[in-house]
């Protein structure tokens, strides 16, 4: 068992409304995780208290069976590679430089990455084919390039799970399909992985486990095949969504309704 | 960028390292012999070799006592401040992930003023205007990092707005000050003071607050690879494994404490962290590995250069932050210009 998540409840603050409301949730090796929910649901704030940056109010998470909660930074990162959403960084460090900061767990307080690391970064490069990006500035990148380069970064350290937020947004339909692809990979590589998603499609298209939040910050999850149904799309989504099998790609596939267009979209004169 | 790319490996920064140290000793030496009562090389030389080795000094006694008692604190005192300056600037603008933050964004520098005036105002003798000015210095630093504290806020946004507060109600503080001074002495040198120069250091001074810039200096050289993951924002350093707030506190505590020490030396000296940094980027790249060591030696050399020319050009000396202040406003020129295509 890699991740643990037992009954966690999370608010920002006491006054403000609970975000996470007794969530429970398991990651094993191998398993690939789609969390789903609407926008602002709590999907990032769950990878947050995942990540040991937020610390919920009640419940534990557990990470290969130590809590979260007292680990050092450290050993979290060791164990957990993570992928933020896109964010460029104030300086233009190159690609190298910024890949070589996922060896952090590893490089003592008075010092900095040796030989090991630079190896160690060098082949996650490779693994990720973006070695020809090698002394590029990070910043001038295009969005898919740089999440290849944030993937690099979140596995050279050699973590056990990686935990991505919203790995697709912003790329285009050829870069989204080339990054599932990366974490479907990852998964059958060893890693446990979890994602956030806005398209259920990515989650029939990665298959493995899906986790949705409802209207109240608790999650149901299960197989994919269990969780992404018309009947539960529609109820999360509060719009008619359609799921056909599709023959020839093996798979359901979740297509939007046709348009109903709003008659008086014209301001008064 | 041309220069980025002649030094986008480990070893040509070596090269780039090696030859600014020669340039920066070539400096020293030049520095002593230029001035109102010329040295030549020679006698320079002669007179750097037998201090450093210990020798019985051959000159004549009037060039051993400007060398020895007026140039040589005066060099190294602009070397160190200006390399202490440059790295603390470097290494705040990494922490803060905004490389237009300079070191006395804080409230350092206004602190320091405050000190250094109201020793001026008690017509106290130069060791404690070097004190106060320490002393306010770290206490407008303290003021600074209570606030967020104190608002349970531990983000850079809220440390940045308090930093302008402090400096906004130090610097009134500060005219209050100048107002109540008497015109015909002190405020003189109060602004004097505040302009920056290296005009009247002694070794004795010297020999006390250098070291106090070493330390930090040495400490910040060592953990240069950790701003880099700082620059990632907090929580994205967190995921990385980076123990945020302790090695934070350990970078804004030196940073200060070379901002502190350099206000003690010379002065409040602008623009000098500010640009020092940015051209240093622009030659070994952002990593701050190669920028913080490159940094203290080229804001070395430009404070030096700046001295130098504040000690020959006109009649009297002119104070440092004059001639920092035209050359900054020209290199940022320059620098907006290059990217005037990139602002939006």
New interface residues.
């Given amino acids: 068992m890699i991740y643990s998540v037992k009954n966690i409840r999370f608010s920002y603050r006491p006054s403000l409304p609970v975000v996470l409301n007794g969530i429970s949730l398991t990651l094993e090796e191998g398993d690939v995780l789609t969390i789903m929910g609407r926008n602002g649901a709590g999907k990032s704030t769950l990878l ?1 208290c995942m ?3 937020l610390r919920p109010q009640q419940g534990e998470v557990q990470l290969c069976g130590e809590k979260v909660s007292i680990l ?3 050993l ?3 164990k ?1 590679g ?1 992928v ?1 959403q896109n ?1 460029v ?6 690609v190298f ?1 910024y890949v070589l ?2 060896c ?2 590893k ?1 003592g ?5 040796g030989r090991k690391e630079k190896e160690d970064t060098n082949k996650a490069l490779e693994m990720l084919r973006i070695s020809h990006l090698t ?1 590029r500035k990070y910043s001038e990148l295009s969005g898919g390039e740089r999440q290849q380069a944030a993937i690099a970064r979140a596995i050279v ?1 050699k973590p056990k799970a990686v935990l991505f937020d919203e790995p697709t947004a912003h790329l285009d339909v050829g870069n989204q399909v080339r990054v599932l692809r990366i974490i479907k990979s990852l998964s059958e590589n060893g890693f446990a992985v979890a994602i956030t998603a806005h398209d259920p499609n990515h989650a029939l298209l990665l298959g493995g486990k899906a986790a949705i939040f409802d209207r109240e910050g608790s999650v149901v999850s299960g197989s994919v095949e269990e969780m992404v149904t018309e009947e539960k799309l529609r109820a999360l989504y509060g719009e008619k969504l359609v799921l056909r099998y599709l023959e020839e790609l093996g798979r359901s596939v979740c297509i939007s309704p046709n348009l109903k267009t709003i008659k008086t979209m014209r301001l008064p004169d | 960028m041309r220069l980025g790319k002649i030094a ?1 490996g480990g070893g040509k920064t070596a090269v780039l390292m090696g030859l600014l140290s020669v340039g920066l000793l070539c400096g020293v030496v030049l520095a002593v012999c230029v001035g109102k009562y010329p040295v030549t090389p020679k006698e320079s030389l002669r007179i750097l070799f037998s201090v450093v080795f210990r020798q019985p000094v051959t000159a004549s006694g009037m060039t051993v006592n400007v060398v020895l008692g007026l140039r040589i604190p005066r060099i190294l005192a602009s070397v160190f401040v200006g390399g202490a300056l440059s790295v603390a600037g470097a290494a705040y603008q ?1 922490i803060f ?3 237009l933050v300079s070191p006395d964004f804080l409230g350092v520098s206004s602190g320091a003023c405050v000190g250094a005036a109201f020793a001026i105002l008690m017509s106290l003798t130069t060791v404690f205007i070097s004190l106060f000015a320490f002393i306010g210095g770290i206490l407008a630093f303290m003021l600074t990092i209570s606030l967020p504290a104190l608002l349970r806020n531990r983000s850079n946004t809220v440390l940045v707005l308090a930093g302008i507060i402090v400096g906004s109600a130090l610097s009134s503080l500060l005219g209050f000050i100048k107002y109540t001074a008497d015109p015909d002495t002190q405020l003189a040198s109060i602004t004097y003071w505040t302009m920056g120069s290296f005009a009247y250091v002694s070794l004795r001074d010297l020999a006390f607050l250098i070291p106090l810039l070493i330390v930090p200096m040495t ?1 910040l050289i ?5 701003i ?2 700082l ?3 907090e ?2 350093a ?7 707030t302790k ?1 934070r506190g350990i970078v804004i505590l030196c940073s200060t404490l070379l901002t502190a020490g350099s206000v003690c030396i010379a002065g409040t000296i602008s623009w000098v962290g500010l640009i020092v940094p940015h051209f240093a ?1 622009m030659v070994v ?3 701050n ?1 190669r920028l913080i060591p490159f940094s203290a030696l080229l804001g070395g050399f430009f404070m030096l250069l700046v001295d130098t020319l504040t000690r020959i050009i006109g009649v009297s000396e002119m104070p440092v932050s004059i001639m920092t202040g035209v050359l900054g406003s020209f290199f940022f020129y320059w620098l907006i210009w290059r990217q005037r295509d990139r602002i939006r």
Avoid: C
């Fill in positions: 947050g990540l040991g940056l050092k930074p450290r979290i990162a060791s957990v993570y933020p964010h960084p104030a300086f233009g460090y190159t430089d900061m996922g952090a767990s490089v307080l008075m010092s900095h990455p002394t350290g | 986008s990494g992930q905004n490389p400490i060592l953990m240069a690879w950790w880099d993951v620059s990632m924002g929580e994205e967190r995921t990385l494994g980076a123990d945020v090695m980027r790249g952002s990593g590995r």
